[in-house]
């Protein structure tokens, strides 16, 4: 089993930047992946990103693409989003999960964070 933390959630001016941190700890050798998602009021919970642990391949979702930047530090064990010009529609609950493989579903979901952008 793999404990995933998230923070550095917060209140942010459009335009602004956050960094978000997902501290993991536990069997975390078996993670293939680690990925960001988010759930906004009301919506479900979408695809923001993702990083291979072993290599640091990473795969961002459109709405977030050239604004967003996934990253890790394998001595931590720690993932981090970096986010840059936010916008109210980032606005959401924002969770990291990890993947053991290709076929397997993402799991060991953090307790979230939450990010607000004013307009």
């Known amino acids: 089993q793999v404990q995933l933390v998230e923070s550095g959630g917060g209140l942010v001016q459009a335009g602004g930047s956050l960094r978000l941190s997902c501290a993991a700890s536990g069997r975390t050798f078996s993670t293939y992946y680690m990925g960001w998602f988010r759930q906004a009021p009301g919506k479900e919970r979408e695809f923001v990103a993702r990083?291979?642990?072993?290599?640091?391949?990473?795969l961002y979702a459109d709405s977030v693409k050239g604004r967003f930047t996934i990253s890790r530090d394998n001595a931590k064990n720690t993932m981090y989003l970096q986010m840059n010009s936010l916008k109210p529609e980032d606005t959401a609950v924002y969770y990291c999960?990890?993947?053991?493989?290709?076929?397997?579903?993402?799991?060991?979901w953090g307790q979230g964070t939450q990010v607000t952008v004013s307009s």
């Open positions: 999960a990890t993947r053991t493989n290709n076929y397997a579903a993402y799991g060991n």
């Open positions: 990083i291979t642990w072993s290599n640091g391949n990473t």
